[in-house]
């Protein structure tokens, strides 16, 4: 029945909606959870990420950035979309807490066909608390997006 249900909410889906409304769907990497997206335009949107980190044990990771699209940087049959934002993170673990500023880029696949995205990011991370430190984050994704 479930599948079922899928089925038809994909074959009902607008063809080019990936690049409006609101997505939401997985991350794997570090960190790996949850992940969403809202556009705000045809090439800005937000992204926003609560996570779990494997890298640092009972890490909670929370991320917001405001992204830009380039839909025309990559000349090809299929839809692939570089982007790159800025945003923030907040991490609540059980020996610290930081907050940092994330530098995010990537790039997306956007089938025809169906109303989902699949994305390649790593971002850069400059922590600012508890003390200032380098680290990344990266992952592979995918993303529904509903009308």
Same mark, same amino acid.
């Given at each position: 029945?479930?599948?079922?249900? +899928? +089925?038809?909410?994909?074959?009902?889906?607008?063809? =080019?909606?990936?690049?409006? &409304?609101?997505?939401?769907?997985?991350?794997?990497?570090?960190?790996?959870?949850?992940? %969403?997206?809202?556009?705000?335009? /045809?090439?800005?949107? +937000?992204?926003? &990420?609560? %996570?779990?980190?494997?890298?640092?044990?009972?890490?909670?990771?929370?991320?917001?950035?405001?992204?830009?699209?380039?839909? =025309?940087?990559?000349?090809?049959?299929?839809?692939? @979309?570089?982007?790159?934002?800025?945003?923030? =993170?907040? &991490? @609540?673990?059980? %020996?610290?807490?930081?907050? &940092?500023?994330? +530098? %995010?880029?990537?790039?997306?696949?956007? $089938?025809?066909?169906? $109303?989902?995205? @699949?994305?390649?990011?790593? !971002? /850069?991370?400059?922590?600012?608390? $508890? !003390?200032?430190?380098?680290?990344?984050?990266?992952?592979?994704? !995918?993303?529904?997006?509903?009308?």
């Amino acid at each position: 029945m479930l599948t079922l249900f +899928v +089925v038809s909410i994909l074959a009902s889906a607008s063809a =080019r909606s990936q690049d409006r &409304g609101f997505g939401l769907g997985l991350i794997l990497g570090d960190p790996t959870g949850l992940s %969403a997206k809202a556009w705000l335009s /045809p090439a800005n949107a +937000v992204d926003i &990420g609560m %996570a779990w980190s494997f890298r640092s044990k009972g890490f909670l990771h929370i991320h917001g950035d405001y992204l830009w699209h380039f839909t =025309r940087a990559i000349q090809s049959q299929e839809r692939f @979309v570089l982007y790159t934002g800025i945003g923030g =993170r907040l &991490g @609540v673990g059980e %020996a610290k807490s930081r907050l &940092g500023i994330r +530098v %995010a880029g990537g790039i997306a696949w956007w $089938p025809r066909d169906v $109303p989902l995205d @699949v994305f390649l990011e790593i !971002a /850069p991370i400059l922590d600012l608390t $508890p !003390a200032t430190e380098l680290s990344a984050n990266g992952g592979i994704g !995918a993303r529904f997006y509903f009308r």
